[in-house]
């Protein structure tokens, strides 16, 4: 068994294929969530605006990217929209991946803001603050609490889905593996070991968002 790993991961550098892909699919999934909170940010705002078509917007936006499977979407975004603009395949995924996680984060913040009780919004506009006052200074900051776990589970799911962009070439964890499969005939050792990165890395985050939380919890109750 040993001698089996040793052939197939560690004989000629292939090791080196995975520690490459894993840190191609951390950097696309940290700047897709980045992009993805910013665009789920203003996409929530608006959908809970006043203005009818800025609600209009937001709404296509989030049934649009949500109703079209994320590999067809990685697809149509390098193929059809930025190679014959000619950039860079990384790059191309990093946006993709951070419009469709924007829509999703879209409706995470949305359902936060507005599970916060009316009861607020009042309290702060009796006081004389304004709308927006009252939005960035009561609510917002209950709302965040409330969606972490919401907005956790999205960035863990966001991680296990760069699995895909090896469909534009992308040689992230998963085409690394595929990669060494490929050279030594052995499926089993190259996979399992991208299994096993994906659960430590998906457990990892668990454990961390959790701690969060509880941080959170403790300082509330002070």
């Given amino acids: 068994m040993f001698q089996s790993i040793y052939d197939t991961m560690i004989y000629g550098g292939r090791w080196i294929l995975l520690v490459k892909g894993l840190g191609i699919t951390v950097l696309i999934a ?7 909170t910013v665009l789920g940010g203003i996409s929530a705002l608006m959908k809970i ?6 609600r209009g917007i937001s709404e296509a936006y989030t049934t649009v990217i949500r109703g079209i499977p994320l590999a067809t979407q990685l697809m149509i ?4 929209v930025f190679a014959p603009l000619g ?15 924007g829509a999703y984060c879209s409706e995470i913040f949305r359902a936060g803001i507005q ?12 006081l004389g603050l304004s709308r927006w006052q009252t939005l960035r200074k009561i609510v917002l900051p209950q709302a965040i609490r409330a969606c972490l776990p919401t907005y956790a589970s999205e960035f863990i799911v966001l991680i296990k889905e760069t699995s895909v962009a090896s469909f534009i070439a992308v040689t992230d964890l ?14 089993w050792i190259p996979l399992l070991t991208c299994a096993i990165i ?3 890395m998906t457990l990892g985050l668990t ?8 941080r959170m919890a403790k300082s509330d109750r002070r």
């Avoid at 940290?30 to 993805?36: D, E, R, S, T």
């Avoid at 998963?174 to 499926?187: L, Q």
Wanted: glycine share 8%; proline share 0%.
């Fill in 77 to 80: 975004f390098y193929f059809v």
């Fill in 174 to 187: 998963t085409k690394a593996g595929d990669m060494i499969r490929n050279a030594t005939y052995n499926a």
């Fill in 198 to 200: 994906y659960l430590c």
């Fill in 49 to 54: 605006s006043s203005k009818k078509i800025l």
């Fill in 87 to 101: 950039w860079d395949r990384l790059l191309v995924a990093i946006i993709a991946y951070g419009i469709n996680s």
């Fill in 115 to 126: 599970g916060i009780d009316i009861g607020q919004t009042e309290a702060g506009r009796s």
């Fill in 207 to 214: 454990k961390l968002f959790e701690a969060l939380e509880k």
């Fill in 30 to 36: 940290f700047c897709a969530v980045l992009i993805g």
